[in-house]
């Protein structure tokens, strides 16, 4: 997610079928288990808020044995094998550890997951800094071991990695291929056991000696060929310490600033892990790893500016860049007030800053953001795995993988916030700086995973170390290629997985194209399946879809209390092509908005006033069940928009083409088509067996082919009675709860 503000939802109901039905409930009744009603045929109205005009909706008919209808339909979260897949990513053995590194006795976690306050206290008095001693443990010894491994597996495999890259780069150099990038040898061919070091992991884990089961770390750096193992148990906390993730001279980490020189951006951050040019790496684990954005900032120089939660700022940058403090009263450069060195309140929260400068800051401004760190950054790679590990809490993103040929993410949790947020006694529960207790939709541009292609092709030596790199270059094309997202559970405050085709390392063709460089191992390029999405933005294709994004397929997935479910978004500041998005055997409970397609995702100001028109057509939906009270939206970009514009060789009348959201629609189908409210504008939509309230509007330039009809048994749809279970809770870190699966 790019943009501050929270998603959009509908203000009106195009068709307001659900009072109509509750009005008629006596004519027919709409069978909330979607097996049937003992209503009889008669023919409901449903009425298009804009024209006015009617049309018949007929009653749905009688199913006399639903469990029979179940046993004919898909039946959603129950796949363990999928041939569609390349096979499990599998952990390491013991034999392939380079290095074992334990938890100190000092670090111990607590039920609710969060580290006691002795443990890294926050403070030594007012206006001092914490000591590094215990503010930031562990990032030495875990960065050493990681270098060491990085420096053995190039040892051992780094020759024939270079060769087979140096080889394939010459020949696709010599066929001077038109509009195709330079992409060196394919992730397929490095996924062979002559890449792959016989040692490669480095393993933390918990103390053989006593209670320890927590590491405390800033920023570290995963060299190519290493694989982070996180084991059963244990976990990796980040610092509270700013300095460890200061990024570069001139760039400051938290804050809200909007100057040209110290804006908020999670740019000037480095991220927990961080890792560039990568060839067979990976994070993998039983344990978990948590950014604890929820607990107070500390600092290590007592002069670096903080923010409080009055507001107020702790010194300046200006005062900071020449080793001094600011008086008292002087105006703060970190989006604060006024300096107050002596202020006894507390640091703010990363979630603090997140809140205040998307939510409050933005409003006033328009460009406010935050200084944020991400949890996990790639960038250029060739085989990156994420398995098996837990992942909580992010101050800003938690994935952002970008231009990866071989990408795997699989059973990994996310779930943010956790009980821990809840637990640190700073502020009294820790809640916001307004008050407001951390909740899932508060903890701002918390995106799960928003994987996307690079800007450029590159040719860059390989990351051996924190500060190695091999001897030749090689060769990355930029794009997002062969990636599977399976298995997974997600649960946080914005995007649960976002597609986005912001950059296109060439001009020709999309950002992000399924099709691409497919292995052979897996039916199909990009993939999102078997996963259970929880609160947070849904599967999403965009805000950036300027580059393009084409064949993707998405199938087998619930949503359960979901903000979002199924969405692609983008406006005329970002435009760009969506085409062959393909959704089937598709759950959805309690969404606020279930189907949310739409080209007016903000009103983002334009780069150099001229506009990106996006076009979303042949998407598919096909066997998609909505349960409970939802939202849909289903709009294409109308002529115009925006208003008149200078002109350009794209549009040289200055103004805007339409583009009308085209998409087929095959069972799909809610268990109460009465508690849909339903948004549809410039959209050409075909229909078979669909049961949403979906009609043709010459008003707003909605064609249909097929109709809507209430005459759908929606266990004929879809089985969606084992889709929906808890998330996975570790030890006690549900907030929500747990409780006996449904029977």
């Known amino acids: 997610m790019t943009t501050s503000t929270r998603s959009p939802h509908p203000a009106r109901r195009l068709l307001p079928l659900a009072a109509l039905v509750a009005t008629l409930v006596a004519v027919a009744s709409l069978s909330a288990c979607g097996g049937g009603s003992s209503g009889g045929s008669a023919a409901l109205l449903a009425t298009s808020g804009s024209s006015g005009t009617q049309a018949p909706v007929t009653a749905p008919a009688t199913s006399s044995d639903s469990s029979a209808a179940r046993k004919n339909a898909f039946q959603v979260g129950t796949t363990t094998f999928d041939p569609a897949l390349p096979p499990e990513p599998t952990l390491p053995s013991d034999a392939q550890v380079c290095a074992t590194l334990e938890a100190s006795n000092n670090l111990v976690r607590r039920p609710d997951g969060a580290l006691p306050p002795e443990a890294d206290p926050s403070i030594a008095g007012v206006g001092k800094a914490v000591s590094t001693t215990t503010a930031n443990p562990d990032q030495a010894r ?38 195709i990038n330079i992409a060196g040898v394919s992730g397929e061919e490095l996924a062979k056991p002559q890449y792959k070091a016989s040692k490669f992991a480095v393993r933390l884990v918990v103390s053989s000696s006593g209670p320890g089961n927590g590491f405390i770390s800033g920023p570290l750096t995963l060299p190519s060929g290493v694989t982070l193992w996180i084991d059963k148990g244990a976990t990796l906390y980040a610092t509270r310490d700013v300095m460890a993730y200061l990024n570069g001279t001139g760039k400051y980490c938290g804050n809200t600033a909007v100057s040209a020189t110290q804006a908020g ?35 290590t120089n007592a002069l670096y500016p903080l923010m409080k939660v009055d507001l107020s700022c702790s010194n300046t940058y200006a005062a900071y860049a020449t080793s001094t403090q600011a008086p008292d009263g002087t105006a703060c450069d970190n989006g604060g007030t006024f300096v107050d060195s002596k202020s006894s309140v507390r640091n703010m929260t990363w979630w603090d800053l997140a809140y205040l400068g998307n939510m409050v800051q933005n409003g006033t401004t328009g460009s406010g953001s935050q200084s944020n760190f991400r949890m996990m950054v790639f960038n250029y790679a060739k085989n990156l795995t994420l398995y098996k590990i837990t992942l909580n809490n992010s101050a800003n993103f938690h994935v952002v993988p970008s231009g990866v040929d071989g990408l795997t993410v699989w059973n990994v949790k996310v779930q943010t916030p956790t009980l821990a947020a809840f637990a640190n006694p700073a502020g009294n529960g820790n809640p916001l700086y307004t008050g407001e207790t951390f909740n899932a939709d508060n903890v701002k541009n918390t995106d799960a995973f928003d994987p996307g292609s690079a800007g450029s092709a590159k040719s860059n030596a390989l990351t051996t170390g924190s500060t190695t790199t091999s001897p030749t270059k090689m060769s990355f094309d930029g794009y997002l290629k062969n990636f599977v997202f399976a298995y997974n559970y997600v649960s946080t405050g914005d995007d649960d997985m976002a597609l986005k085709g912001s950059n296109n390392p060439n001009a020709v063709g999309f950002g992000i194209d399924g099709n691409r460089g497919k292995r052979r191992d897996r039916a199909y390029g990009i993939v999102i399946a078997h996963n259970h999405i929880y609160w947070g933005h849904g599967i999403s294709v965009g805000s950036e879809t300027n580059a393009g994004v084409t064949n993707v397929e998405v199938y087998d997935n619930s949503f359960l209390n979901s903000e979002e479910g199924l969405r692609v978004k983008s406006d005329y500041a970002r435009g760009g092509e969506v085409s062959n998005i393909n959704y089937r055997n598709i759950c959805i409970k309690n969404a606020q908005n279930a189907l949310l397609f739409t080209p007016y995702y903000s009103t983002k100001a334009l780069s150099g006033g001229i506009p990106k028109v996006p076009n979303f057509h042949d998407i598919t939906l096909a066997n998609v069940r909505i349960l409970g009270e939802s939202k849909v939206k289903l709009q294409g970009f109308a002529a115009n928009t925006g208003g008149y514009f200078t002109p350009t060789a794209a549009y040289p009348t200055g103004y805007l083409p339409a583009y009308p959201l085209v998409m087929s629609m095959t069972d799909v189908a809610a268990d109460d088509p009465a508690q849909i409210s339903l948004i549809s504008s410039d959209a050409n ?59």
Do not use: M
């Open 685 to 743: 939509l075909t229909l078979a067996n669909v049961n949403l309230p979906i009609q043709a509007s010459t008003a707003n330039r909605i064609v249909v082919n097929g109709e809507a009809s209430l005459k759908v048994d929606v266990d004929k749809v879809l089985d969606c009675s084992q889709a929906f279970v808890d998330f996975p809770s570790i030890g006690a870190s549900n907030p929500f709860g747990t409780h006996w699966a449904s029977q």
């Open 265 to 299: 951006s999670s740019g000037n951050c480095k991220a927990l892990i961080n890792g560039d040019y990568l060839v067979n790496s990976a994070v993998v684990g039983e344990g978990s790893i948590d950014s604890r954005a929820y607990a107070e900032i500390v600092t």
């Open 142 to 179: 875990i960065q050493a071991a990681l270098d060491a491994c990085g420096a053995a597996v190039n040892a051992e495999v780094g020759a024939a990695i270079l060769a087979a890259d140096a080889s394939a780069t010459a020949d696709q150099k010599a066929a001077a291929l038109p509009n």
